[in-house]
């Protein structure tokens, strides 16, 4: 395979993905606006921050005049998620050189780490896996940003009755069903889903992050159970 190869498999695979990225993007950029973000703002924010749930959280809480503290706690509370995607991928990146792992941990989003996660028994080698990644997360990166600076030049460019907040959480699904592969994966997703919409009134986000943790305890308990020591 070319050395490139597996860049341009995740770069193509990415594509439908975006699909539900590019109206959060959108709508984003379109907050900013009606925050009276200028446009240099809202992009300098858009590419220090990098983070649509996050931007979309700072942004109300800016338009509401809360305290600088209050918003980048809260920027940092929604991004614990983060954490966990990082500690999965650190295997991959330990010979890597530093300006890779800061790349990495500078493009990750929850599209394409779920994209690599599900092609990752394609992927022979860490070096595949990260240039696959790669792909995926500058495909995503570019989507999001020419999103984010239509949605401010243009505003509420579509009606609301085409109900574009659903197309993020079906993208995800698209990325979550082909991973389903055994009993095991289809229990931790059930878990997942039940555990998420009893804990979503939690403050800050903090459902997502408590849901993961819970998820990952209940598959490895799974896991034990299947094959114990």
Not at 59 to 85: D, P, T
Not at 154 to 170: E, H, I, K
Request: with cysteine; glycine share 6%.
């Amino acid at each position: 395979m070319k050395p490139n190869e597996y860049f341009y498999q995740g770069f193509r695979s990415m594509l439908p993905v975006t699909t539900g990225a590019i109206p959060f993007g959108a709508v984003v950029g379109t907050m900013c606006a009606e925050a009276k973000l200028t446009f240099a703002q809202a992009i300098t924010m858009d590419h220090l921050l990098y983070a649509g749930a996050a931007q979309l959280a700072s942004v109300e809480l800016m338009s509401q005049k809360a305290a600088a503290l209050v918003v980048v706690a809260s920027g940092l509370i929604i991004n614990l998620r983060f954490l966990l995607y990082s500690a999965a991928m650190s295997p991959l990146l330990q010979n890597s050189r530093t300006i890779t792992k800061v790349a990495c941990a500078y493009l990750v989003t929850d599209q394409s780490y779920a994209a690599m996660s599900a092609h990752q028994d394609k992927l022979k080698t860490p070096a595949d896996s990260i240039q696959f990644y790669f792909g995926t997360a500058v495909c995503m990166l570019i989507a999001w940003h020419a999103s984010l600076m239509a949605g401010y030049a243009f505003g509420n460019f579509a009606p609301t009755t085409w109900a574009l907040d659903y197309a993020v959480p079906l993208s995800f699904l698209a990325l979550v069903l082909p991973t389903l592969k055994n009993r095991n994966y289809i229990a931790v997703a059930l878990f997942s889903s039940v555990v998420s919409v009893l804990l979503y009134q939690l403050p800050y986000k903090l459902g997502l992050i408590v849901t993961a943790l819970l998820a990952i305890g209940f598959g490895a308990f799974l896991t034990r159970k299947k094959d114990p020591r």
